[in-house]
């Protein structure tokens, strides 16, 4: 194959894949030296321009010349934005790989671009299967990957190379027969501002408060907490649950100071039919009506229909220990009906384990 005459020009019309020019170098250069870009790739750090030159005029072009790779340019509104590349694996496998420009960021480009990739590589007939790797934490190109359909598994521990070290790995795949949409739900957290709170995403910063209100004695008599606890690890294993279309988890904030009051979250979650509304209370802001309002706050988004940017949901269910009298009263507040009791249905970080009320909530009987 020539190169760079042989390569194929891809577009949807605002994106374009195209082989790399020299009058790249200079942003391919920017783009590498973007924190972000050397956090999440495996691309030389420091990154100088004598590492742009070789991957534009040496390394790229043996790809296509002995078709092991395929580096793509991204190009809009005539500049570049980044790369996509498919190295294959032999066995009619290659596996994805890309970067955006800093500058390009937010816009949904990257979509377009391994929307094109993806289906050049299945439409040449070489490929039946493409495998996706994403460190744990690089949300961005897992979102990507996700909106193809890709599978993601993981992580995989030690798999991934960077810098001459192997770290842990997420990994997906896209068969040639897969349909090109999400697999499930990916269900995030919007900013619904309230009376006296504001529901906001769990951020890294909250680690301390969290930290502070699941060791405090009442949320330890209630809650599973692990005596042990990693809030790091916790925000993290959050924000997978919310990836994996499992929870909607928000964390509720003072909305003058954004310092966090506790945490609402709706999981077990069937959609468009139902799911269960828990939470938990920062000791410093128990009594004072917070809990209250945040848990009207999710079963309004439960209920809400997906049109107008809600759940959708006809019920919300609900649980608390028989002696949990303050998470009883949350809930009568809210409407909820108790409908029995599933006995030592609950349990705590201890062991110890109680009886639960259960209680519902019908979308018709909503009136908040």
């Given amino acids: ?198 529901l906001r995403p769990i951020v890294k910063s909250d680690g301390e408060r969290i930290e502070e209100a699941l060791n405090d004695p009442v949320s330890q008599q209630w809650l599973r907490v692990p005596a042990d606890l990693d809030v790091q690890a916790y925000v993290e294993e959050r924000r997978e649950l919310m990836a994996s279309g499992r929870v909607v988890y928000w964390t509720m904030a003072d909305p003058d100071s954004d310092v966090l009051l506790g945490a609402v979250m709706l999981f077990d979650i069937e959609p468009g039919v139902d799911a269960e509304v828990g939470y938990w209370t920062h000791p410093a802001a128990r009594g004072r009506g917070v809990t209250t309002e945040a848990c009207r706050l999710a079963v309004r988004h439960a209920f809400v229909p997906t049109e107008d940017g809600g759940m959708g949901l006809n019920r919300v269910t609900a649980y608390a220990g028989v002696d949990n009298a303050a998470s009883l009263r949350v809930l009568e507040n809210v409407g909820f009906s108790r409908y029995g009791v599933e006995r030592l249905g609950g349990g705590n970080g201890r062991g110890e384990r109680f009886d639960l009320v259960c209680h519902d909530l019908m979308a018709e009987e909503w009136s908040g």
């Fill in 1 to 198: 194959m020539r190169f760079p005459e042989d390569v194929p020009l891809l577009s949807d019309g605002v994106v374009t894949l195209r082989p790399h020019r020299e009058d790249d170098l200079q942003a391919i250069v920017d783009q590498s030296r973007d924190e972000e870009t050397a956090r999440w790739t495996g691309i030389p750090s420091p990154y100088t321009l004598d590492d742009a030159k070789r991957y534009v005029r040496e390394f790229a072009p043996a790809g296509w010349t002995l078709g092991n790779a395929h580096e793509f340019a991204i190009e809009v509104d005539g500049r570049f934005a980044g790369s996509c590349a498919l190295r294959d694996y032999g066995h009619r496998r290659a596996e994805v790989g890309y970067t955006v420009h800093p500058a390009q960021r937010g816009r949904g480009l990257m979509e377009r671009a391994l929307r094109l990739l993806v289906g050049w590589a299945f439409e040449t007939g070489r490929f039946d299967a493409l495998v996706w790797y994403a460190y744990p934490g690089n949300w961005a190109s897992r979102r990507v990957a996700w909106k193809l359909g890709f599978s993601c598994h993981g992580p995989l521990e030690d798999w991934q190379p960077q810098r001459g070290a192997l770290q842990d790995s997420w990994a997906g795949v896209l068969r040639k027969t897969d349909p090109r949409e999400p697999r499930q739900p990916w269900y995030d957290a919007p900013r619904i501002l309230g009376a006296n709170i504001a």
